[in-house]
């Protein structure tokens, strides 16, 4: 112990003629010393023996004697230790000990199941001196796990070297190290290759670690043959986290990587790797109850049942600027798994990620999803809802909102596939379910595949609103069996279903932006119990091998409202065979083999132009409700006087026309629809 004292005195220089006024004060000033508070030196222990033993008088200090003594604050009868160990120690090595592993044999405390050492005071193990080694236990010693922090006192801080081996055995926790009180910081330190019941790294219930400098847990796993348990890296239930680390390679059944439960955190992690982990739910994460921000994350290459990047459960999280990428998983949700709760994308690429039971990019299970701000959902597979897959349970509300941003990739290869339906979407539920689903603000569905329905969204139970979307160069029926409808949007199913397209544009202005499918190129309604609303959209340039190159329908009720439907090809514009369409103000033209196919149901038309469609406007019945413009009459039922038969449209080209958010054809001068119809047919 230093004390610095200084004593208090007085001097008289009289004799040397000298006064000690300042400068205008008469004020003689007295010079005092006082008692300064008491300061620790930290004191620095050599580790210089690589054995771990704590006999005295060998002449070597081993890792275990300069804990026992920091601990014990005392160096008395500890081995060979002879620094001054009150206060604050910090443990080198050196020696002996220099560029080699510190291989542990022994258990130390016994208190929360085995450990080599339990931490009750303020402890720095400096691991330079170990070079590219670091602090295992040997494997071939009983079970027991690294380091215990659960006193208040205990302030463990290590760096630079590796933790490895550790293991508490099947029914204890925290492989490396277990907290829940106090505090453990770790900097450039690996977890490698622990294993314990939970958290196969390091598990943390209560105190504070503080993670920095690339931390990385490599190879951990939850114990048992058959891994169970949660966090086979890192398992925090409770304390705080401070930092983060890399995460490759570890293994559990909940949270391969990483799992937290009932805690908040926000990271940005650029340069991280989280890669390579396994678990049945969370490959990568688990994070469950909880509320986190990730920013900047790369999340690849990781293996599960159910959410092999992420799985969030009836959690609030975001993520900013991420990329989840390349992960598998054997059911549902490839790259993330959503189950309840709420979560947003932000500027986030979703790609290549894979599921076979639905969501290869995202699953969403009763969760509030907005994916935003220019994030792309590309490159994807599963069986259903290659990109994104919306599943609502009964009673339970589920919603989807698509703002600005991409479900699909610039080139044909670069979209979501689904072996089934909805190569970009599949939105579907049980009874009962409340399921909502929102594109908008431009967002783009382009080039994904199903083989069954919905190239690029199938509904088949709830609510689908597109607002200002493109749909494009989407593909039903990728397999050319002849059996896939939609090829931008399908409809079918049996659920109560509504689907609202407004200001949208399902095709484009060149047979290249155009969707393909054996019925249905644009859209197909095939489901009883749907209500379709098309509104103020465009239908065009789009494809069917078989029938309806526009929209197909065959159940379900179906408004065509302020709309064009142009030159799309195969089957007719249109094709109906069950259920009731109804056109209103609406525009179909230009389409190949016949502008309005119906071999079924009801077609009704109102203020609608049918002209210059190839091998005329109708094959099949339609009944007029006034109003219209036919180029020719075949196949009308009811022409009331309103109507223009065998009229002059002069259109003009499919074009954005005034501004407008879509395609239309103007009327041109000349055309008998000008000032022809009513504002209330």
Request: glycine content about 18%.
């Amino acid at each position: 112990m230093f004390g610095f004292f200084r004593w208090r005195f007085e001097a008289c220089l009289a004799a040397s003629g000298l006064s000690r006024k300042s400068a205008g004060s008469s004020r003689r000033r007295t010079l005092s010393v006082e008692i300064l508070e008491d300061r620790l030196a930290p004191a620095v222990i050599v580790v210089t023996s690589p054995l771990d033993n704590t006999t005295a008088g060998d002449g070597f200090v081993t890792l275990r004697e300069a804990i026992n003594a920091a601990n014990a604050q005392s160096a008395a009868g500890l081995g060979d230790v002879t620094a001054n160990t009150i206060g604050a120690n910090t443990i080198i090595f050196g020696g002996a000990a220099t560029n080699t592993n510190i291989i542990l044999t022994g258990v130390g405390d016994t208190s929360v199941g085995p450990s080599a050492f339990k931490i009750t005071s303020n402890i720095t193990i400096d691991g330079t001196g170990l070079g590219s080694h670091g602090i295992f236990r040997n494997l071939a010693a009983t079970s027991f796990r690294l380091f215990l922090v659960n006193n208040a006192n205990g302030n463990l801080q290590v760096h630079d070297t590796i933790l490895g081996g550790g293991n508490p055995g099947n029914t204890n926790d925290g492989g490396a190290v277990l907290l829940n009180n106090g505090n453990v910081s770790l900097a450039n330190v690996t977890i490698d290759g622990n294993a314990a019941r939970n958290g196969g790294g390091i598990q943390e219930s209560g105190g504070t670690l503080t993670l920095s400098s690339a931390c990385t847990f490599n190879n951990n796993q939850t114990s048992g043959s058959n891994p169970s348990g949660t966090g086979g890296g890192l398992d925090l239930i409770g304390g705080t986290l401070n930092g983060f680390a890399n995460f490759t390679n570890n293994t559990a059944l909940i949270g391969g990587g990483f799992y937290t439960s009932g805690t908040n955190g926000s990271f940005g992690l650029s340069g991280f790797t989280f890669t390579g982990n396994h678990a049945a739910f969370g490959g990568f994460a688990y994070i469950d109850n909880s509320t986190y921000t990730f920013s900047s994350t790369v999340v690849s290459g990781n293996i599960a049942s159910a959410g092999a990047g992420f799985y969030f459960n009836n959690s609030t999280s975001i993520l900013n600027g991420c990329t989840v990428s390349g992960n598998s998983a054997t059911s549902g949700g490839g790259g993330i798994f959503y189950a309840l709760g709420t979560a947003t994308l932000n500027g986030v690429t979703v790609s290549d990620n894979s599921a076979s039971l639905g969501g290869g990019g995202i699953y969403d299970n009763d969760c509030a999803l907005t994916v935003q701000q220019q994030s792309v959902i590309k490159g994807n597979r599963s069986n259903a809802g290659g990109g994104i897959n919306v599943a609502g349970d009964a009673g339970v509300s589920t919603s989807l909102i698509v703002d600005a941003s991409t479900i699909g990739g610039p080139n044909a290869n670069d979209g979501n596939t689904a072996s089934l339906d909805g190569g970009g979407i599949n939105v579907n539920g049980a009874s009962g379910a409340n399921v909502s689903v929102t594109l908008r603000n431009g967002a783009l569905v382009t080039n994904n595949q199903a083989n069954g329905d919905g190239g690029g969204i199938a509904l088949s139970l709830g609510n689908l609103t597109v607002s200002g979307a493109i749909l494009q160069g989407n593909q039903a029926d990728a397999d050319k069996n002849n059996s896939g409808s939609g090829g931008a949007i399908a409809v079918d199913g049996s659920g109560a279903a509504r689907l609202t397209l407004t200001n949208t544009v399902a095709g484009g202005l060149v047979t290249a932006n155009g969707n393909l499918a054996a019925n249905g190129g644009a859209l197909a309604v095939t489901n009883a119990n749907a209500t379709v609303s098309v509104f103020a959209s465009t239908l065009a340039t789009n494809t069917a091998t078989g029938a309806g190159g526009g929209l197909y329908v065959t159940s379900g009720t179906t408004y065509v409202t302020n709309s064009t439907i142009s030159t799309n090809t195969g089957g007719g514009g249109v094709y109906v065979a069950g259920g009731t369409v109804r056109f209103t103000n609406a525009t179909v033209t230009l389409n190949q083999t016949v502008g309005v196919n119906r071999t079924g149901g009801t077609v009704q038309a109102g203020n609608t132009i049918f002209a210059g469609n190839a091998n005329g406007e109708f094959a099949g019945t339609v009944t007029s409700l006034g109003n219209n413009l036919f180029g020719s009459a075949s196949g009308l039922l009811g022409n009331v006087a309103s109507d223009l038969t065998g009229a002059v449209a002069n259109l003009g080209p499919l074009a954005y026309n005034d501004n407008a958010p879509t395609p239309t054809h103007a009327l041109l001068g000349g055309s008998d629809a000008i000032n022809a119809g009513n504002t209330s047919p």
